[in-house]
């Protein structure tokens, strides 16, 4: 089990809340990441979150994206504050083993999709 949720239609400037949810077998004590995906593009990690809690971003959009987690409801979050235009495509979730970096599941969810107007 593994959804993703909360994208939808923007105006850049304007913010939106992602959330994840997983199965306590995928969530529990795993590393978390949001991923992204444009149109004919491999799909790329955006930020992450271990399970104790550090996280990481990349350059495009620190001090824009929160990611924060819920292990009592396995869930994971990402706020995205200031959207931009460029921040349009599919937004997924997934998670690894800390310790090794290996994945915990093959599967992905359906992604959820923002698109931001200029």
């Known amino acids: 089990h593994l959804v993703e949720s909360g994208g939808g239609l923007v105006q850049a400037g304007e913010s939106l809340r992602l959330s994840c949810e997983a199965s306590g077998s995928i969530f529990s004590g795993n590393a978390m990441g949001w991923f992204r995906q444009a149109p004919g593009q491999q799909r790329k990690l955006v930020a992450s979150?271990?399970?104790?809690?550090?996280?990481w971003y990349v350059d495009s959009v620190k001090g824009r994206f929160t990611i924060s987690r819920d292990d009592a409801k396995n869930a994971g979050y990402l706020q995205m504050n200031s959207l931009k235009p460029e921040d349009t495509v599919i937004y997924y979730c997934?998670?690894?083993?800390?310790?090794?970096?290996?994945?915990?599941?093959?599967?992905w969810g359906q992604g959820t999709q923002v698109t931001v107007s200029s």
């Open positions: 997934n998670f690894w083993h800390g310790n090794t970096g290996t994945p915990v599941t093959d599967y």
């Open positions: 979150i271990t399970s104790r809690g550090f996280t």
